[in-house]
């Protein structure tokens, strides 16, 4: 069964589950996403709808939280290709609780948005998108929540409405304050802040001829910005002559250069008798470029609704582009230092020392260059393909494949029998990358480079982090040349070295001292091959791990019968192929969804967006550490600091909550949370101090220290 073969029936498995999302219910709040189409068509926008229903009595914030808060906020895993817009609120009211002013929402509120379906989208697959939501929930505490949202867009020849969705929908674009043309407003900040609307002159709106035939009372301005004005304070309003002119007291922040007023309207209107309070938009939110089509247009009841408008598209800026790429080189420069690539670019050393005095170093060099970018090349398209096909992927997502765990175990494992003498079989075996370190040559160059980047998917690098989780929201070519340079970095030391007579001529010249040197690196790759039948074994339990085993007691004794003569061979090749046959479906299932997560969190609680909240909750300080079996870098740090006396002292005296999210195998809620934070793949590090909105994030190569001082001092 090839890795494609492989990847693609996961997909199937994945894309059999429901098309519709599952509510997060957190006691104070129920969250879903909802959409108006139950079949989309390659090409068009499709309207979802986020709906949250508040337990009574507590609320949620508006864009503009007021004089505290934090608004309701959505951060996207999708295929490439597919763009979300903004998330649209409601008009918001006004919550006070002594000085504190507030914007929030309460009840069933619906906050619709747009999501763009690519044209290339296939036709008969179901994209699956990921989001992670997150928001504040007050009565008279206030709660910090979150959880992972899910939703399947069957893409279709032709796209079909969705009846609960297309009705919620339409409340949701109804509950939308109204953008009416022409509706201006004058500005002017001194030391009161004076808005004017609609601009005066202009009278062919709602606004102006409701004032004009004293049909509207009870003005109330919202402004956009949360530093504008002082939120407490009373407005000021007089009504005439066509406009509505509020008089506002600035806030302590107010910046009178960078003040705009763009904002809401909301008063009530006399509409044949019977007053109604509505809601009119001056000026685009701050952060959220031009206001979609969707919000200028009220609803049209005969309207379909995949008319609903384009979405804001994210671009790689190019000074974006240029940082993520520098960062991507630096990241690959630190990455040749890390633990997971020793043995290889060890064994390249060794290669580069045979060829230094004969001329072939830089030819060597460039290929090598060529094999690490065909390698990581190939690692960036799949990664592409894979979040087009709907799978939440990041950097090492094929070390989630128990399937090529094993067949990198046996890889390292053959690698160090040819290292150690135990067969020679020339050419076929060098041309995978096994005997390059006796033999070299232009083809096990290639592959040494090929080999290197795959020992170094279990690290990642300082600078590496940032670089590849911003490649992972951006269309094709700006992932491609963040992971180009990526792999131009971890080329470039050898390469460079390839290229440096004077550096040559330090390195010492061939002779005896290489065959030690040879049998020596031999251990390293045993060891390398040991650690991923350790992973295994988090991956699918003692039965593939007695597989695996049996795979390397075949291999050994074909190593052996290899110089035994022509019977011999053939007896071992059958040998090696029968156990192979036996030991590839227990080798290559795994034991359950849950299974890496019990093994590997001993001393710490399973991670779930649930439990954080819950945790937060109640007030207790929360670390969270997401992690694999298959990261080198983690356990690691696991080792160095988050296993040491001092970090659980530490715990233990601020009453921390400590929390393992493992990724060892392929979780989308993991996925999702990474995503959230600007990261494609582990590790990553959070501590949520008590009333913090945010987490902090703490650097991907701990110390004892780092972590001790991220808690904060004992109780």
């Known amino acids: 069964m090839s890795l494609r073969a492989f990847l693609f029936s996961v997909f199937a498995l994945f894309a059999a589950g429901a098309a519709h999302a599952q509510p997060v219910r957190t006691g104070n709040v129920e969250t879903e996403l909802v959409s108006s189409r139950a079949a989309v068509a390659p090409g068009e926008t499709v309207t979802l709808v986020l709906r949250q229903k508040v337990r009574a009595g507590w609320h949620t914030y508006w864009v503009n939280p007021g004089d505290s808060g934090e608004p309701t906020r959505l951060a996207w895993t999708a295929p490439p290709g597919f763009e979300a817009g903004p998330l649209l609120h409601p008009a918001p009211t006004i919550d006070r609780l002594g000085p504190v002013t507030t914007y929030v929402h309460e009840g069933e509120v619906l906050y619709p948005l747009a999501v763009q379906v690519p044209a290339s989208a296939t036709v008969g697959e179901d994209a699956r998108l990921f989001a992670q939501a997150r928001w504040l929930v007050c009565d008279e505490i206030c709660i910090p929540e979150e959880g992972v949202l899910e939703i399947s867009l069957p893409v279709r020849a032709e796209g079909r409405d969705d009846a609960r969705g297309a009705r919620l929908a339409r409340e949701a674009i109804d509950a939308l304050p109204e953008a009416m043309t022409p509706l201006g407003f004058d500005f002017e900040a001194g030391d009161e802040i004076a808005i004017s609307l609609p601009r005066k002159g202009a009278s062919d709106n709602a606004v102006s001829a409701a004032v004009a035939g004293g049909r509207l009372r009870n003005p109330v301005y919202f402004p956009y910005a949360q530093s504008l004005i002082d939120h407490a304070a009373p407005q000021k309003v007089e009504i005439g002559e066509g406009v509505v002119e509020f008089k506002l007291a600035p806030s302590l922040s107010f910046n009178r250069a960078d003040a705009k007023g763009e904002g809401l309207l909301v008063a009530e209107i006399n509409e044949g008798g019977r007053w109604t309070k509505r809601a009119f938009m001056f000026g685009a939110p701050p952060g959220e470029g031009p206001l979609p089509t969707l919000v200028a247009a009220r609803w049209a009841g005969e309207a379909p609704l995949n008319s609903a408008p384009p979405v804001v598209e994210r671009s790689a800026g190019a000074i974006n582009l240029i940082y993520f790429i520098l960062s991507a080189f630096i990241g690959g420069l630190i990455l040749n230092v890390m633990p997971c690539v020793f043995p290889v670019l060890s064994i390249k050393a060794l290669s580069l020392a045979g060829g230094a005095h004969d001329g072939r170093a830089k030819r060597h060099g460039l290929l090598f260059l060529a094999g690490v970018m065909a390698t990581f090349m190939s690692l960036a398209v ?50 995978i990358g096994a005997g390059v370190a006796a033999k070299g040559g232009d083809v096990g160059a290639f592959a040494t480079g090929a080999l290197a980047v795959v020992a170094a998917t279990p690290c990642t690098a300082p600078f590496m982090a940032g670089a590849l989780g911003w490649a992972a929201t951006q269309p094709p070519a700006a992932s491609l040349a963040v992971f180009a340079g990526l792999g131009l970095g971890f080329a470039a030391p050898f390469t460079a070295l390839s290229f440096a007579p004077g550096l040559q001529k330090l390195m010492p010249k061939p002779g005896a001292w290489m065959d030690r040197a040879k049998q020596f690196l031999a251990f390293p790759m045993f060891a390398a091959a040991v650690w991923l039948v350790w992973v295994l074994s988090v991956q699918t339990g003692a039965t593939g791990t007695l597989a695996l085993l049996s795979l390397f007691v075949a291999l050994a004794f074909a190593a052996w019968a290899w110089r035994q003569g022509m019977a011999w061979r053939v007896i071992a090749a059958v040998l090696l192929i029968a156990v192979a046959v036996v030991a590839w479906r227990p080798m290559t299932s795994v034991v359950s969804a849950s299974a890496p997560a019990k093994s590997a969190n001993a001393g710490a609680e399973v991670w779930s967006a649930g439990r954080v909240a819950e945790l937060r909750a109640a007030g207790t300080p929360v670390f969270v550490n997401f992690t694999a079996a298959w990261c080198v870098t983690c356990k690691a740090n696991e080792i160095v600091a988050l296993s040491r006396p001092g970090v659980k002292k530490a715990f233990a005296a601020r009453g921390v909550a400590y929390l393992k999210g493992d990724w060892t195998a392929r979780d989308p809620a993991i996925a999702a949370e990474l995503a959230a934070h600007g990261r494609s793949g582990v590790p990553l590090y959070l501590f949520y101090a008590p009333g913090a909105a945010e987490p902090v994030v703490l650097p991907q190569i701990l110390t004892e220290r780092i972590v001790t001082q991220a808690v904060g001092p004992s109780l």
């Open 382 to 431: 799949a990664l592409i393909v894979l979040k087009n096909a709907g799978l939440a992927a990041g950097w090492g997502f094929q070390l989630q494949e128990p399937a090529l765990i094993g067949v990198l175990a046996i890889l390292f494992f053959a690698i160090g029998l040819n290292l150690i003498g135990a067969f020679d079989i020339g050419g076929g075996l060098q041309n």
